[in-house]
């Protein structure tokens, strides 16, 4: 990783920004602003409690810009919605009728936008005051910079991935059971996640995550926006391909935006292992993997599933009577998702 020189910009702590969060406290008036310095885009589905807190967090706080807020909902059917409309009236509320994928939602919040910046940001985040005046700050001040990530933490406060190396075929590859058993590409997945100390001051990376991602709109709109045949699931992965031929990608862990993590995924599995397999298919024939390698890496993972529906079905209930319910619940969603790809998402991952 490169690190860039600049100025340092405000740090700020997960515990006080909750606390700020919690009492409410009015932030800066955006119902009618004169002009727009970020408009951020959530994609919304199903995650209710979650978008509530994301919203409360950059609305009723200070974050040193004119910003507005776009949430796209997919059809939710927990009443997130609604709440958004009654809750949130200065938000702008899209309903679509059915689910379109994270790719697609971000695309119709971005058309309405008028921020010279825009923010994508998870529905499962909570931004502390003045986040984005200082991602703001840093694109400003570095213009050959296209896109700028946050620190991602938990809600524990342990840090988690923020960023990633750029992903190669062998090191998904080694991901699956058939690889993994027999240490084949086991090279390739150490160094694709290989980790380094920390950074502590902004640095060039391959890839960013789509959790909480700014860029410059005129940028974003140069490079087509998301690509919406991803439905769920390798469009951050896509996206960061397309942004690097056109500037830097940086990530900024001055700046730290609290992130649950694949709350969508696990409440949705069903839905989400299909669409995520399925996009990184999708991503490595788009990065230029030959068809010998894509037919590899598809069989593979074909081959897989049976095999961890096997393993997870002995290891549930044997998780179960040891007590280890958490370890028990992971175990049935990872065999429900390996079903759901053998039923539903088989013929959409050979197609992408």
Not at 85 to 94: G, K
Not at 105 to 114: F, S
Request: charged letters at 25%.
């Amino acid at each position: 990783m490169q690190q860039l020189d600049s100025a340092p910009l405000r740090s700020h702590t997960a515990a006080a920004e909750l606390r700020d969060v919690a009492i409410g406290r009015p932030g800066v008036d955006i119902s009618v602003p004169r002009t727009v310095d970020v408009s951020v885009c959530i994609a919304n589905w199903n995650c209710r409690d979650l978008l509530c807190a994301c919203l409360a967090s950059l609305l009723h706080q200070d974050q040193d810009v004119r910003l507005e807020v776009i949430v796209v909902d997919n059809a939710s059917t927990d009443g997130a919605a609604d709440l958004v409309a009654r809750d949130f009236p200065q938000v702008q509320l899209i309903r679509n009728p059915s689910n379109r994928g994270f790719a697609a939602a971000n695309n119709q919040a971005a058309r309405l936008a008028r921020g010279a910046h825009l923010l994508f940001l998870n529905n499962d985040t909570v931004v502390p005051a003045r986040t984005l005046g200082a991602l703001v700050e840093f694109l400003d001040a570095h213009p050959d910079v296209i896109a700028v990530g946050p620190r991602l933490i938990g809600t524990d406060g342990r840090p988690q991935t923020s960023y990633r190396r750029q992903p190669t075929l062998a090191a998904f590859l080694h991901r699956t059971w058939l690889f993994r058993l027999t240490g084949i590409m086991r090279r390739s997945y150490r160094d694709y996640r290989r980790r380094t100390s920390p950074p502590l001051w902004p640095c060039e990376v391959d890839m960013l995550l789509g959790a909480a991602l700014m860029i410059d709109r005129r940028r974003f709109e140069d490079l087509g926006g998301w690509d919406e045949a991803f439905l769920f699931g390798g469009e951050d992965l896509d996206f960061s391909l397309r942004a690097r031929r056109h500037g830097v990608l940086v990530h900024d862990p001055r700046v730290t935006i609290i992130h649950v993590g694949r709350a969508s995924t696990k409440a949705n599995i069903g839905f989400a292992s299909p669409s995520i397999l399925a996009g990184f298919a999708r991503y490595f024939r788009k990065a230029g993997a030959s068809r010998r390698e894509l037919f590899l890496y598809k069989l593979a993972v074909t081959l897989d599933a049976p095999l961890q529906i096997g393993v997870k079905a002995v290891q549930y209930p044997w998780r179960r009577l040891r007590g280890r319910r958490r370890d028990a619940a992971k175990s049935w969603n990872d065999l429900h998702g390996a079903a759901a790809f053998l039923v539903r998402g088989l013929v959409a991952f050979w197609k992408a």
